[in-house]
Nanobody, 114 residues
Framework: QVQLVESGGGLVQAGGSLRLSCAATGIRFSITTIYWYRQAPEKQREWVAHISSGGNTGYTSSVKDRFTISRDNAKNTVYLQINSLKPEDTGVYYC????????WGQGTRVTVSS
C-alpha cells in the first residue's frame, strides 16, 4: 500500500523559507515521479512542481525561481524548498504519486503572514 507523509509546514513571515518533506512507503520510489500540489483557502488544488525518477523537474510559473524540488532516493523522500515566501503561498501542500487519480498524502499547512 502506497503511503505519502508530508511534513515541514508552519507559520512564517513573508520573505521567509521552509523546507517541506514527502516521505513515501510502499512504492518503488526511485522509479516514481512525485508531484507537489497546494490548495489555498477557497481555491482549487493546483499543481506546484514535480520531479521525475531521472531528476527532471517542472514548476508552475508562479513559483519558479523561488521553489526547488529535489529527491533523496536513499531516504524515499522528496523535498520542496520554498524561499521568498509570499502571503499567496499560503495553503495546504500535498505530495502525490500517480497524478490526480493516484495517491495523496494528508498535507502540510503553510501559512505566510504579511
Amino acid at each position: 500500500q502506497v503511503q505519502l507523509v508530508e511534513s515541514g509546514g508552519g507559520l512564517v513571515q513573508a520573505g521567509g523559507s521552509l523546507r517541506l518533506s514527502c516521505a513515501a512507503t510502499g512504492i518503488r520510489f526511485s522509479i516514481t515521479t512525485i508531484y507537489w500540489y497546494r490548495q489555498a483557502p477557497e481555491k482549487q488544488r493546483e499543481w506546484v512542481a514535480h520531479i521525475s525518477s531521472g531528476g527532471n523537474t517542472g514548476y508552475t510559473s508562479s513559483v519558479k525561481d523561488r521553489f526547488t524540488i529535489s529527491r533523496d532516493n536513499a531516504k524515499n523522500t522528496v523535498y520542496l524548498q520554498i524561499n521568498s515566501l509570499k502571503p499567496e503561498d499560503t495553503g495546504v501542500y500535498y505530495c502525490n504519486q500517480g497524478g490526480v487519480g493516484g495517491t495523496w498524502g494528508q498535507g502540510t499547512r503553510v501559512t505566510v503572514s504579511s
